[in-house]
């Protein structure tokens, strides 16, 4: 008897469900000892049954990455498209950036944090063009905040890549730092250290009429 063919819409139910597992089991077990069988068995279908829906546990793991870097992207790009001042929009991203790490840890975790291969580590391998996505994926999301400080008359066409790295690279250290409740242990106000990072943060972007506030991030009011 010929096998049912599944609507997309299930099928894509079925692989979000898989793509939410495996993300549990790697921070549970870490990559290198998650295997095909053992999400299987968290998913509850057969070894042969998950392979019809993804090729390795190399392809789950970059679709995870993927999944998350184009959320990101998402409600970076709400931001640049809702604000017409570019400091304003920057002010708005740092924000919306701490909330997605803050609200999303284990997506966080393996998109920046985990123990995993990295693009380069997939040259020549089978599993490259996924790999390419996902750095394409980050990469693109990268680029919003970009946009808005090139859009940034206080900010020299110079400077701009180094700006962008210096946002996300002190924003990804509070999320990792904070979600790891490192800060919590050596600040006593680990809310009131973030807000002041942040205002130093936005220093080269800078207008007198306009302060930073970042109060109920922690929170999520």
């Known amino acids: 008897m010929a096998r049912k063919t599944r609507s997309p819409e299930v099928v894509e139910k079925v692989k979000q469900n898989i793509i939410e597992e495996a993300m549990k089991l790697i921070i549970e077990v870490g990559f290198f000892h998650m295997s095909m069988r053992k999400l299987a068995d968290r998913v509850g279908m057969s070894a042969t049954n998950l392979y019809y829906y993804y090729s390795n546990r190399d392809e789950i793991y970059l679709n995870i ?10 409600v970076l790009e709400e931001v640049y498209i809702s604000q017409n001042d570019p400091f304003e929009t920057l002010k708005k991203m740092i924000r919306v950036y701490l909330e ?30 996924v790999a390419l996505e996902t750095k394409q994926a980050a990469l693109n999301a990268l680029a919003v905040p970009m946009k808005a400080i090139e859009d940034n008359a206080a900010v020299p ?29 050596l600040n006593q ?33």
Request: glycine share 6%; charged share 25%.
């Open 65 to 74: 990455q993927i999944k998350g870097f184009k959320a990101l992207q998402e």
């Open 100 to 129: 997605f790490g803050f609200n999303n840890p284990d997506y966080y975790q393996i998109m920046l944090n985990s123990d995993t291969p990295r693009y380069l580590e997939y040259r020549g391998d089978k599993a490259e063009p």
């Open 157 to 185: 066409a110079v400077d701009v890549e180094f700006r962008a790295y210096q946002l996300w690279i002190t924003l990804h250290g509070i999320v990792t730092l904070y979600n790891r409740n490192i800060l919590a242990e």
């Open 189 to 221: 106000t680990p809310e009131k250290l973030i807000i002041r990072l942040c205002e130093e943060l936005m220093l080269p972007f800078y207008k007198s009429q306009t302060t930073l506030t970042t109060e109920g991030i922690i929170n999520g009011n």
